[in-house]
């Protein structure tokens, strides 16, 4: 069975450009997780979808960022316009409910220069 | 709100010697319990977890963590260390109830020969 799938692993872009990053999660599961990884601190909660809705965006640094989950399958994240600070790990993660494990990927990092 | 202190962002030990990573939480009500593991290159992966039951939990690769209410505390720990055990590991809480995982800092174990 496949894991959780991001792409790109890595994006260096300019400040101001746009980047959308990508997650395919486990199949069949209805929560999906994104989280990011500033670096030297905590790994930070971002957004929570249940299957195409979203059930708790409370992470979400700003308006620069926008999440979709079409169809409930495959996620994106874009980030529009990227500032320096938005620089980091951005990790996603799936899990078939409430209670069970957070299968996560392996992280997109995200550079703004 | 919960909070998550890992003591140590760096911990070294010498092959074959006890690993004792600390993980001290701070939550209204005791909360589910996680550690994962992160290998160069690799996503996050779940080394271990308490939500109810016994409080001597064990995971893969031979570690294991403690449920301490009194002390707060989730420390992981190995009797003897192997090299393939250098990795950076974290520690997160999450509520019942709530989906999100609220992380530690980290700790990047460095395993000396």
């Known amino acids: 069975e496949a894991g959780v799938t991001q792409f790109p692993s890595h994006s260096v872009i300019e400040k101001g450009q746009t980047v959308t990053l990508r997650c395919d999660p486990i199949?069949?599961?209805?929560?999906l997780y994104w989280y990011r990884r500033v670096m030297g601190k905590e790994i930070k909660f971002l957004l929570h979808f249940v299957k195409e809705s979203k059930q708790d965006e409370s992470g979400m640094p700003n308006n620069r960022f926008l999440a979709e989950r079409t169809g409930g399958t495959y996620s994106t994240l874009k980030v529009q316009p990227a500032e320096l600070e938005d620089s980091g790990v951005y990790f996603c993660?799936?899990?078939?409910?409430?209670?069970?494990?957070?299968?996560f990927g392996q992280g997109t990092r995200l550079t703004v220069v | 709100a919960q909070s998550v202190t890992q003591l140590g962002s760096h911990v070294s030990v010498s092959e074959g010697a006890l690993v004792l990573l600390r993980c001290n939480y701070s939550?209204?009500?005791?909360?589910?319990l996680f550690w994962y593991v992160q290998y160069p290159n690799q996503g996050l992966q779940l080394l271990l977890k308490?939500?109810?039951?016994?409080?001597l939990v064990k995971g893969i690769n031979g570690f294991e963590a403690e449920f301490k209410k009194s002390e707060t505390s989730f420390h992981l720990t190995k009797p003897s260390a192997h090299m393939s055990d250098a990795a950076e590991y974290f520690c997160?809480?999450?509520?019942?109830?709530?989906?999100?995982?609220?992380f530690g800092t980290g700790t990047r174990l460095t395993i000396i020969p």
């Open positions: 939550s209204s009500v005791p909360p589910y």
């Open positions: 997160a809480v999450r509520r019942f109830g709530n989906e999100k995982l609220t």
């Open positions: 199949s069949g599961h209805d929560n």
């Open positions: 993660a799936s899990s078939p409910g409430i209670v069970a494990e957070a299968f």
């Open positions: 308490y939500t109810t039951g016994a409080t």
